[in-house]
C-alpha cells in the first residue's frame, strides 16, 4: 500500500538524520571545544534534528494524520496517567504541540498540567466526552485540516465510543466519497464498527471501536 511505502521513506529519512547528529557528536573533540567550533557544531546537529523531526512528523501523518488527533490518541491511550512533554513532541512530530494540547481542551477534553517548567506533565482526566457530543456541530465545524480521511478519523476519535450517524461523518469529510475515505481507514486497520458488527450500533451509524493494532 502507499502508506507502507512512504513510512519507509519517512523512517529511512529519519535513521539516516539522527545517525549524522550521532556522528557530529562523536567527532566533537571533548578537550579541544571551543565557542566557535561548538557553535558550528551544534548547528550541524540542529538541522540534522529538525530533519528528523519532519520525517517523523511525516511518519505520523502516514499513519495518524493530524498531530492533534496523535496528541490525543496518545492520551487516550494512556488516561489518567502523567505524560511527559518529550513524549507529547515525539508523538505529534511538531515542536508546537502545546497549541494541540489547548485546541483539544477547547473540544472539550480535560487535559491538567502537573507540575511547572522543565518538570511539567500532562494527565488526561477522562476517556471520553459526554455522549452529547455526536450531535455537537462545533465540533465538525472546528476538524478542518488534512485530507478527508483525516478529518474523519480525529473526528471518530473525539466522538468514540458513542456511534455516529452517517451523515455527519459526510459533513466531516466535506465530500460526496466520504465511505470510499472510510473504507481506506478500515483497510488500513482502523475497527471502525457499524450494525453488521455490533446489533447495539443503530442502522446507519458507525463507531471507531479502538486503536489499531
Not at 21 to 41: H, I, S
Request: net charge negative; proline share 4%.
Amino acid at each position: 500500500m502507499p502508506r507502507k511505502t512512504n513510512t519507509t521513506e519517512h523512517l529511512d529519512v529519519l535513521e539516516r538524520r539522527l545517525q549524522e547528529a550521532l556522528d557530529l557528536v562523536r567527532d566533537a573533540k571533548r578537550a579541544e571545544q571551543t565557542a566557535t567550533r561548538w557553535m558550528g557544531t551544534s548547528a550541524e546537529i540542529g538541522t540534522c534534528l529538525a530533519a528528523g523531526r519532519d520525517a517523523l512528523s511525516g511518519v505520523r501523518q502516514e499513519i495518524l494524520g493530524g498531530a492533534r488527533t496523535a496528541v490525543l490518541a496518545y492520551l487516550r491511550q494512556r488516561v489518567g496517567q502523567p505524560v511527559t512533554p518529550g513524549a507529547l513532541e515525539g508523538v505529534s512530530g511538531i515542536e508546537e504541540w502545546t497549541r494541540r494540547v489547548r485546541e483539544l481542551r477547547g473540544l472539550g477534553w480535560e487535559i491538567e498540567a502537573l507540575g511547572s517548567g522543565p518538570a511539567r506533565s500532562y494527565r488526561l482526566r477522562a476517556d471520553r466526552l459526554d455522549e452529547s457530543v455526536v450531535d455537537d456541530d462545533t465540533l465538525i465545524a472546528k476538524i478542518t485540516g488534512g485530507r478527508p480521511k483525516d478529518r474523519l478519523i480525529e473526528y471518530l476519535f473525539n466522538v468514540a465510543p458513542w456511534p455516529v450517524a452517517a451523515v455527519r461523518l459526510e459533513r466531516v469529510a466535506r465530500t460526496a466519497t466520504w465511505q470510499r475515505d472510510l473504507q481506506e481507514l478500515i483497510d488500513e486497520g482502523w475497527l471502525i464498527q457499524t450494525h453488521e458488527d455490533d446489533a447495539d450500533i443503530p442502522p446507519g451509524f458507525y463507531r471507531l471501536a479502538r486503536l489499531e493494532d
